[in-house]
């Protein structure tokens, strides 16, 4: 049997600089610090963060192996709309980690599992609505505007992440302006696939791209579209149900992520796990708690929202834990990414989820989520969750060691030249490695003779006992485990 490659047979769809089709052998030293892997990471307390363990309800995409010759790196997005400053002002995410040799030593990778491509334009009579796509009986109702995001009127180009049903989907956005009374001035598209997972969509960022700006200066060629689809879609079961994966990390092995991560890209919301903590700061200690207790998050920003599907990636990305059997009773963590008013329905019956939005009516509808995040700012209308919107003296200690690993990672990549580590799997680790001290700590205290969490237990899971005390009582509650809780509460007598 011979597998397909990553390239389709039509190249018309297509376009790969030819420096990408040249990968370099790598040294003796890399394929040593390769087979190292993760376990270079500092650990606290004990506890190894084991991807491998971690039993997950949902399994990820299917896998097949692929040749050498199949392997290319996406291009290199600037940032929402092409703009350089955009790219500076969020940062570029790209890293020079692991030859293409090194991300192939298991021999495995996802397979391309497109279900449908499709054209999406602005009609000034109509409004939103799908120009074309294939397959033409698949039920794209409500794509028209999660691929156009409101406000996009404002911007020249953006990209958007979002979920259909059990599909997540990419769309690429772009303006361009045109002498046409007919059209008020402006031309606007945008050109988008479906998968039944996403960690692989940002392959075909760069291709999305160019087929919106080909969509804009010659409408109705749909050509290369149809050459892509032929390539690259899915064979999925009868009745078409695709499987909505949850956060990558927390269900593929150490092999697995270490072929995923260095595409991990500007393109790729899990390239930017770096630049989200920077944004934040201390508070990302306040998203990881809220992330933890599967708390209904809903970041607002104006567009481009491409960025933004960022941070709802990473904000999934806090809540790893690889402890087996641990949060299986609990809500699964899934992105929405973006979404609109159309979506209220689908978000009234979900007890969990991270999305962004560009729609400020959002904010009145409370009923709707649990912590509203406009820009930085943090907030929360229900009272019992206003206490972990203070920042205590455990979260302080653990953004500064958190801060003080990232250093050490960059200085080693500076002085010693150590490209095999990067700043997606220290972060991504240091999280994991926090939620796995807790949930060990308190899986062994309900175990014990005496079920009876003490300040000292808590200490041990790098948590403050006062201030963290509201935040322990819900996890206990939310993820079941017995304990007794005796930590004195310094405002009762």
């Known amino acids: 049997m011979v597998e397909q490659s990553d390239r389709a047979p039509l190249l018309d769809w297509e376009e790969v600089p030819p420096a990408e089709l040249a990968p370099t052998a790598p040294s003796p030293e890399t394929e040593d610090s390769v087979q190292s892997g993760l376990s270079s990471y500092p650990t606290e307390g004990g506890v190894r963060a084991d991807i491998s363990l971690n039993a997950s309800p949902a399994t990820p995409s299917s896998v097949t192996a692929v040749s050498d010759e199949s392997a290319h790196s996406p291009q290199k997005h600037s940032g929402p709309g092409g703009d350089a400053s955009a790219a500076d002002e969020e ?3 790209a890293f020079h980690g692991l030859s293409i040799r090194d991300r192939r030593i298991a021999g495995w990778e996802e397979k391309d599992q497109i279900v449908a491509v499709f054209v999406v334009t602005f009609d000034t009579r109509s409004g939103n609505m799908i120009e074309w796509c294939l397959p033409q009986d698949v039920n794209l109702e409500g794509v028209e505007f999660k691929s156009m995001a409101s406000g996009s009127h404002r911007i020249s180009s953006d990209f958007i992440y979002f979920r259909k049903g059990c599909y997540f989907g990419l769309a690429c956005f772009a303006n361009m302006p045109v002498e046409s009374e007919l059209e008020r001035g402006a031309r606007m598209k945008s050109v988008g696939i479906l998968s039944p997972s996403y960690t692989l ?5 760069h291709f999305l791209e160019n087929q919106v700006r080909h969509q804009l200066q010659c409408p109705g060629q749909y050509s290369p579209l149809e050459a892509f689809y032929e390539d690259k879609k899915a064979v999925l079961p009868l009745g078409g149900n695709g499987l909505v994966t949850a956060c990558p990390t927390s269900a593929l092995g150490p092999m697995v992520n270490r072929c995923m991560h260095p595409e991990m890209k500007i393109t790729h919301p899990a390239g930017c796990m770096s630049h989200f903590i920077r944004f934040f700061g201390e508070q990302i200690m306040v998203l990881w708690k809220f992330a933890l207790l599967r708390k209904r998050i809903l970041i607002f920003s104006p567009p481009p929202v491409g960025v933004v599907c960022y941070r709802v990636y990473c904000c999934c990305c806090l809540a790893n834990v690889s402890i087996p059997g641990m949060g299986v009773s609990v809500p699964e963590f899934r992105p929405f990414f973006y979404i609109n008013v159309a979506d209220i329905s689908a978000l009234e019956t979900e007890p969990s989820y991270v999305a962004c939005t560009t729609e400020k009516i959002f904010e009145e509808k409370k009923e709707l989520y649990d912590v509203y995040i ?3 700012n943090v907030k929360t209308h229900r009272e019992s969750l206003q206490p ?3 920042l205590n003296s455990a979260d302080r200690e653990k953004y500064r060691k958190l801060c003080e690993q990232r250093q050490l990672l960059l200085y080693s990549q500076e002085v010693d030249g150590d490209c095999t580590s990067n700043e997606e799997e220290l972060f991504i680790l240091f999280f994991m490695e926090q939620n796995n001290r807790i949930f060990q700590t308190l899986s062994e205290v309900a ?8 300040a ?9 006992p006062q201030g963290d005390r509201s935040f322990l009582v819900d996890l206990l509650e939310i993820y079941g485990i017995d304990v007794m809780l005796v930590i004195d509460n310094p405002c009762c007598p």
């Open 388 to 390: 972990l919107l203070r």
């Open 201 to 205: 969509l940002y392959r075909y960022m």
């Open 447 to 454: 175990g014990s003779a005496d079920p009876t969490l003490t």
């Open 456 to 464: 000292e237990h808590v200490r041990a899971m790098g948590l403050d």
């Open 91 to 93: 940062g570029d995410c």
């Open 374 to 376: 406009d820009n930085q």
